[in-house]
C-alpha cells in the first residue's frame, strides 16, 4: 500500500563551512530556510588513499524539511552546488516524513484531560 507523503526531510553533509552553500543552492529550489549541525566525521585513512582526497573530519549537516514536490530538485541542485566534486565534498539524501506539526498549516490542539481547566 502506498503512501502520499507531503514533507521530505533533506540531509546534507558538506566540510565546515559550506552549510551557506547549501542552503542557497536550495533558496534557488524554494526551500525557506534549514537547521545546520556541527559535527566531526569519522573517515577512514584508507578510502582518503584509495580515492585520493583529503577528508576534512569538521562537518555542518544541513537538515531542510521540503514539500515532497520539490525534494528531486532540491537534491539535484545542493549536489551541484556542494557535491562531491566541489571542494564542499558533500552527500545528500532525503528520508519521508510520516508527520509534521508546526508548519504552515494549523496542527490540531490535544485533547483536554476530563476536569482539565480550558
Known amino acids: 500500500m502506498g503512501t502520499n507523503k507531503k514533507y521530505e526531510m533533506i540531509m546534507c553533509i558538506v566540510n565546515a563551512g559550506f552549510s551557506?552553500?547549501?542552503m542557497d543552492a536550495a533558496r534557488k529550489e524554494g526551500v525557506s530556510g534549514g537547521t545546520?549541525?556541527?559535527g566531526r566525521g569519522t573517515a577512514n585513512r584508507e578510502a582518503e588513499k584509495?580515492?585520493?582526497i583529503s577528508i576534512q573530519p569538521e562537518k555542518d549537516l544541513v537538515m531542510m524539511l521540503v514539500p515532497a514536490s520539490i525534494k528531486d530538485n532540491v537534491l539535484h541542485a545542493v549536489y551541484k552546488d556542494a557535491g562531491l566534486s566541489t571542494a564542499g565534498q558533500g552527500i545528500a539524501f532525503?528520508?519521508?516524513v510520516d508527520n509534521a506539526v508546526g508548519l504552515s498549516e494549523k496542527a490540531p490542539a490535544p485533547k483536554k484531560e476530563e476536569g482539565e481547566k480550558k
Open 20 to 22: 551557506d552553500t547549501v
Open 36 to 38: 545546520v549541525i556541527h
Open 50 to 52: 584509495f580515492f585520493g
Open 94 to 96: 532525503s528520508i519521508p
